[in-house]
Every structure is written in C-alpha cells, then in structure tokens.
C-alpha cells in the first residue's frame, strides 16, 4: 500500500461531502410523493435525541415497507410472500453460501425489516441468528414485517454495532453488515478498527459480507478499509440494477477458488433455497477473474 492509500484510507471522506449527498438507497430514488395517512403504521413512541426520526411502515396492501422519510425506503416485504427476499442486494449478500453453505452462526448488522433475518432464520435451520439494531424504533415495529418471536437460536440485539464488536459475545461464522442511512453506509463504521473488529469477531474460514451503498467516494473508502483489513481477501461484486455493491472478504489463508466445485455447490443450494445461486457463482467468478489484486496476493 503506498504511502498515498494510507493517508486516504486514514480518514473517512469529509463530513460536509457526506451532507451535500443525495438520499440513496438500494431501490432508487423515491420521487416526491404524499403517503395517504391509512396507508401509514408507526410504532409506540420511544425516547429519542433531537432531530432523530421515528420509523413508520407504509402498507398498501401488496408491499409493505420501513421508512424514515417519505422519500427513503429500508427495507420492504411482499405481504403475500413475507419470507422473501424482494431487493437484489440482500439475494445477492446470501451468495456467501457458496463458500460457507452450512453456517452455524450468523450475525447481522441491521434490521430493517427484517429481510435477511427471516431469509436465513428459515432456510439455515441448524444455524443461530444474532441481529444487532441500534434504533429502537426500528425494533418495536418488527411485528408490521413478520419476523419471528425470539427464541433459543433468533435473537435480537438493541445495541450499537461498533460497541457490540468490541466485545462479541460470539463468534460468528458469517457476519452480514447491512447499516445505512438514507445517505449511504453510517458513518460511524467508516474506520480501520471497527473492520477489525468484525475479522476478529469471525472463526477461522469465516466470511464478512457488507452492503456497500452510497457515494463513490465513500464506498471506495470502505472497500480499501475492507481490503487492508482482510489482507485484500475479498470479492466486490456489482449489484445490477440497483445502487449497491456487495463484498464478500474471507478470513482465511488465501487461496484461488474452486470454481467447478462452487458452481455444483450452487446447483444444490438453488434446489433447496430457490434463488439463483448458478447466477451468482458465474458472475462472482467473473468479477473475481477481472479484479485487480495486489501483487503476492
């Protein structure tokens, strides 16, 4: 790394840039629009700083979906099919399947409404599912998507992410970070130490997978802090048709994937989870073949 990477990579980008951002997220923009008032849900009221939004759900009878703004979505779910995962990020995050297909912890950062908890709450039975949320709000309106009571293998956590990777309480085999605002990934995950933290939360073989959303300068930002960190062990993969990248970093002595036996993996994983995980391997191993990686890497 030279010395120019490390004095980038010592900072995230400035605060004002980060300001003078658009909304983002991982559906597109949401033009302006007035939400009719039956259409609305809001959870109890909970104590809340200055200048804190609350959430509220916006149900139209097919999509139900988590909002801070009216021009933000969250997360959303289809009423008729609560289990699945509706955007293209979140099918894309499970590729991690393909290396690790049996976890037996899961960890995630960031509820929302619940897309990723409840996708591998069901279809990785034998697995435990820890995810953590900050926001209370977000919490208290869980019931509105579905997710399931918890029990002795899905809990969730109200905690800071940064602070509960200070002092897991588990190692996990997969770690899936999906923490945004409406700008782009949170800031306060925007250092060296809080990557370090997560690789040191992983057993060995295990796998990271962070939602990298948000303007180029801070995805690039994250993705150098993902690749230091895991000694550039990590695929980055474009989500079409949506505003999100997807990085898969392994905690692992590094070695050039079998990709044969990860795509007779996929076959079997569509088979018993139903997406397109054939899809995934090729253009994981696509990605990966055009990837420019450091040398003695």
Same mark, same amino acid.
């Given at each position: ?97 393909? #290396?690790?297909? =049996? ?5 995630? @950062? +960031?509820? &929302? ?5 409840? $996708? ?109 960190? #895991?000694?550039? =062990? ?5 989500? @079409? +048709?949506? &505003? ?5 970093? $392994? ?47």
């Amino acid at each position: 790394m030279t010395d120019t990477e490390t004095k980038r990579r010592s900072s995230p980008p400035k605060r004002a840039a980060r300001a003078a951002a658009k909304p983002f997220n991982g559906t597109g923009f949401l033009p302006p629009q007035r939400i009719p008032d039956e259409n609305i849900r809001r959870p109890p009221p909970r104590p809340r700083e200055e200048g804190d939004p609350d959430p509220f759900v916006v149900d139209d009878g097919v999509i139900r979906s988590l909002h801070f703004s009216p021009y933000y979505v969250q997360s959303e779910m289809s009423i008729d099919e609560p289990y699945a995962l509706k955007l293209a990020y979140t099918r894309q995050m499970m590729a991690f399947m393909l #290396f690790l297909p =049996r976890p037996k912890q899961v960890t995630i @950062v +960031g509820l &929302g409404g619940g897309s990723l908890t409840k $996708f591998c709450y069901r279809e990785l039975p034998r697995a435990s599912i820890t995810t953590v949320e900050i926001d209370r709000g977000v919490i208290n309106c869980a019931h509105y998507f579905q997710i399931p009571a918890e029990n002795q293998r899905m809990r969730i956590v109200h905690a800071d992410a940064v602070d509960y990777f200070a002092a897991p309480d588990e190692r996990a085999d997969v770690i899936l970070i999906d923490g945004c605002d409406e700008l782009g990934i949170v800031p306060s995950f925007g250092n060296a130490g809080f990557y370090q933290k997560l690789r040191a939360g992983l057993r060995p073989g295990g796998v990271l997978v962070v939602n990298l959303i948000g303007p180029d300068e801070v995805v690039d930002f994250h993705r150098g802090l993902i690749a230091d960190t #895991f000694d550039d =062990r990590l695929i980055v993969q474009d989500v @079409v +048709g949506e &505003g999100n990248r997807v990085a898969f970093a $392994f905690n692992e002595p590094w070695r050039e994937p079998d990709w044969p036996a990860i795509e007779r993996e996929a076959r079997k994983l569509a088979r018993r989870h139903g997406l397109d995980f054939s899809a995934f391997a090729r253009k994981l191993q696509r990605t990966y073949e055009q990837q420019p990686r450091r040398r003695g890497r």
